[in-house]
């Protein structure tokens, strides 16, 4: 079993930035291929970014490319999500999820979820 905690979350205005943290339990982190979904009220959850297992590897939606970063550190079990820039519509309550398989962007692709942190950006 692998429990992840998501903190970072927060209050900001517009143009500003944010580091997301996601911490994992157990000593197989370096294992699991990671990811960051959000979900905005309303919306379904989407994918944001994601890291493979070594982190030399890395994929976002569109909507943040060149705003976001991922990243991670296998000797602390943590993975990181960098927001800068952060507009209005980035607000959203942020997910971090792991897998043993294949990197997807899909829900479905992963198998452990945290319990989310709350982003809010004000314009």
């Known amino acids: 079993q692998v429990q992840l905690v998501e903190s970072g979350g927060g209050l900001v205005q517009a143009g500003g930035s944010l580091r997301l943290s996601c911490v994992s339990s157990?000593?197989?982190?370096?294992?699991?291929?990671m990811a960051w979904f959000r979900q905005a009220p309303g919306k379904e959850r989407e994918f944001v970014a994601a890291?493979?297992?070594?982190?030399?590897?890395?994929s976002y939606t569109d909507s943040v490319k060149g705003r976001f970063t991922i990243s991670r550190d296998n000797a602390k079990n943590v993975v990181y999500l960098q927001m800068n820039s952060l507009k209005p519509e980035d607000t959203a309550v942020y997910y971090c999820?792991?897998?043993?398989?294949?990197?997807?962007?899909?829900?479905?692709?992963?198998?452990?979820w945290g319990q989310g942190t709350q982003v809010t950006v004000s314009s």
């Open positions: 999820a792991a897998t043993r398989g294949i990197r997807g962007t899909t829900m479905t692709s992963y198998d452990y």
């Open positions: 157990g000593r197989t982190f370096s294992l699991y291929n």
């Open positions: 890291i493979t297992q070594s982190g030399l590897s890395t």
